[in-house]
T-cell receptor, first 115, second 113 residues
Framework: EAGVAQSPRYKIIEKRQSVAFWCNPI?????LYWYQQILGQGPKLLIQ????????DSQLPKDRFSAERLKGVDSTLKIQPAKLEDSAVYLC?????????????FGSGTQLSVL | GDSVTQMEGPVTLSEEAFLTINCTYT??????LFWYVQYPGEGLQLLLK?????DKGSNKGFEATYRKETTSFHLEKGSVQVSDSAVYFC????????????FGKGTKLTVNP
């Protein structure tokens, strides 16, 4: 079974630039999550999609972060403009319908460095 | 709000040593509890879980028991291997809501031959 695919693996940008991350979840997984993992901390949920609808985006900094999942499959997370404190690993995860946490699978993440 | 507190790392052990990584939580009601593991260069993986008080989760020789009276979910393994070197995250979730996972800060374990 193919895993959750994320790209790019690494990204280095300067502050105030824009950046986008891409995630392709497991086939058939209706629920998709984006987490932010700052060095030395546990992952923090940014946004949760159920198919192409947003379930929870309460911790997404909406003034600079946006995410979409137009066809209920792939998703992109964008930061515009980036700040130094956005340096982190951005993790995508997905789960099948009705089995949110037991079957939650994570991608390897995109490591973002903002200089 | 809900939170998870893990013991500070890093933890360094010799092969075959006994491992304990402490985890305590603060939450209303009865959350489900999890341990996730992140091996170098890989994504987070579910290691084990427990959904109610006194449940014991186990996998790959690791165990953790859901202790409601002490709000704890300590991870243990009787004899660690070099291949267990990873970062371990304790997490909780309230079922029935948005089911958002709340993670601890993680504990890095290094096992030396």
């Amino acid at each position: 079974e193919a895993g959750v695919a994320q790209s790019p693996r690494y990204k280095i940008i300067e502050k105030r630039q824009s950046v986008a991350f891409w995630c392709n979840p497991i086939s058939g997984h209706a629920t998709l999550y984006w987490y932010q993992q700052i060095l030395g901390q546990g992952p923090k949920l940014l946004i949760q999609f159920q198919n192409n609808g947003v379930v929870d985006d309460s911790q997404l900094p909406k003034d600079r972060f946006s995410a979409e999942r137009l066809k209920g499959v792939d998703s992109t997370l964008k930061i515009q403009p980036a700040k130094l404190e956005d340096s982190a690993v951005y993790l995508c995860a997905s789960s099948p319908p009705g089995q949110t946490n037991e079957k939650l699978l994570f991608g390897s993440g995109t490591q973002l460095s903002v200089l | 709000g809900d939170s998870v507190t893990q013991m500070e790392g890093p933890v360094t052990l010799s092969e075959e040593a006994f491992l304990t990584i402490n985890c305590t939580y603060t939450a209303t009601g009865y959350p489900s509890l999890f341990w996730y593991v992140q091996y170098p260069g890989e994504g987070l993986q579910l290691l084990l879980k427990a959904t109610k008080a006194d449940d014991k989760g186990s996998n790959k020789g690791f165990e953790a028991t859901y202790r409601k009276e002490t709000t704890s979910f300590h991870l243990e393994k009787g004899s660690v291997q070099v291949s267990d070197s990873a970062v371990y995250f304790c997490a909780l979730v309230h079922q029935g809501g948005s089911e958002k996972l709340v993670f601890g800060k993680g504990t890095k374990l290094t096992v030396n031959p």
